[in-house]
C-alpha cells in the first residue's frame, strides 16, 4: 500500500467576463441582489472555448507545477456534467490532446462535488496500488446547460477548469474522506437528459394508459435553492467534522478550508457552524460565480498558487451539490 501526495495544481477560466450588470441588462436583476445573495460579481464564460479546451488547459498548468510529464500518468479522470460529447467522454479527449498515452481514462458525474469525488478516487487508486501519477479534472461549461431566461438560476453559474496530480509518496498527503450522498433529496437539483424513444417503449406506452400526466422535465438546470441551502449548512459542517474525528484532529488544527464556491452566504454559515475564522476559507465566486465540478479545484489551484500554503499546513476540501451529494477531504501538505 502505497501513501497519497498532491504534487502539483493548475486551472483555466475562458476569456469572456460577464458581470452582473451585463446579466442586469438581459434581465430583470441587479448587481446589488447577485451581490448580496450571493457574493458573486462576475462569472466567465465560454465563447470559443470548450470544455476540453479548458480541461487540457488546467491539466498542463498542473503538470507543470508537479514537474510530471503527461506519459507518466497513469490515470487520469474529468469530473463534469458538462463533456463536449457523452461520446468519446472527456477524460479521452484530454488523454488524447496530451499525449497521455499511458493512462487508463474515465469521466465521474456527482455534479458539484464532482472534484472531490474524483480526487477521493484516485487517492484510492494509488493507495491500492493500481494507478502511480493520477491527474484529477473537475470542469464545466455550465452556460450550455442553464436556463438564460431563470433569472433565479442563471446568475449563479460560471464555466471554467481546475486540476491536480496526485503521486505516490512514502509520507501520507492524503489523511482522510468523508463522502455523503442522499438521492431521496435529488429533486431539489435536476437537469432531465433525453426521452427514451425506442420503437418498443413507443408501443409500450401505447399499450399502457398513462395513470398520472406527465411532469414537465427541463433539459436546463432546475434548481429549488433555498432547500439547496439548507442542505449545504446542515451537510458541510457535518462531513468536515466527521473528518476531522477520523484524523483525531480539530477545526483549529487547519489551516485552509477550500469548500465549493456555490455562494458566499453558505461558504460563512459553515464557518460559522464550524466556529472557524472566515480568514481560512479560500474564496473566489465573486470573480467565477459557481463552476460546480470546476469550483474546488479552480480555488485550491487559487490557494496553492498564493504563496500561503506551507510544509506540513493541513487542508480540507469540501465539495456538495446535486444527487444530493457531498463529500470531504483532508490533505497535509507535504513539498
Ligand atoms: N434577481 C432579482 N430578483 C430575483 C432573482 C434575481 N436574479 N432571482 C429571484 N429573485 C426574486 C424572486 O423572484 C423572489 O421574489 P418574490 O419574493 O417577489 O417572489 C425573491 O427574489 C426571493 O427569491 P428567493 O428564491 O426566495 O431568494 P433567496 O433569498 O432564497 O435567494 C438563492 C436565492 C438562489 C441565492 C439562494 O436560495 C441560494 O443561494 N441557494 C443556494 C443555491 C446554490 O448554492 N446552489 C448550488 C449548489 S451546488
Known sequence: MSEVKLLGTGSCVPEKIVTNDDLAAMMDTSDEWIRTRTGICQRRIVTEETL???????????????GILAESLDLIIVATLTPDE????????????????????????AACSGFVFALHTAAMYIRGGAAKTALVIGAEVLSKIIDWSDRKTCILFGDGAGAAVLGASDIP?????????????????????????N????????????????????????????????????????????????????????DHFVLHQANYRIVEAVARRLKVSMDKFILNMD???????????????????????????????????????????LFKMII
Open 52 to 66: 476540453t479546451s479548458l480541461s487540457v488547459g488546467a491539466a498542463q498548468r498542473a503538470l507543470e507545477s508537479a
Open 86 to 109: 457523452p461520446l468519446p467522454n472527456a477524460s479521452c479527449a484530454v488523454q488524447k490532446a496530451l499525449g497521455a498515452w499511458n493512462a487508463c481514462c474515465f469521466d465521474l458525474s
Open 173 to 197: 498527503g492524503f489523511l482522510g474522506a468523508a463522502m455523503g450522498t442522499d438521492g431521496a433529496k435529488g429533486h431539489t437539483l435536476t437537469m432531465h437528459e433525453r426521452d427514451i424513444a
Open 199 to 254: 420503437p418498443f417503449r413507443t408501443r409500450w406506452l401505447s399499450e399502457h394508459p398513462v395513470l398520472e400526466p406527465a411532469q414537465s422535465l427541463s433539459r436546463f438546470v432546475y434548481m429549488d435553492g433555498q432547500e439547496v441551502f439548507k442542505f449545504a449548512v446542515k451537510r458541510v459542517p457535518e462531513s468536515i467534522g466527521q473528518l476531522l474525528d477520523q484524523a483525531g484532529l480539530t477545526v483549529a488544527d487547519i
Open 287 to 329: 470573480r467565477y460565480g459557481n463552476t460546480s465540478a470546476a469550483s474546488v479545484a479552480i480555488a485550491l489551484d487559487e490557494l496553492m498558487r498564493s504563496g500561503s500554503v506551507q510544509n506540513g499546513d493541513y487542508l480540507v476540501l469540501s465539495g456538495f451539490g446535486g444527487g444530493l451529494t457531498w463529500g470531504s477531504l
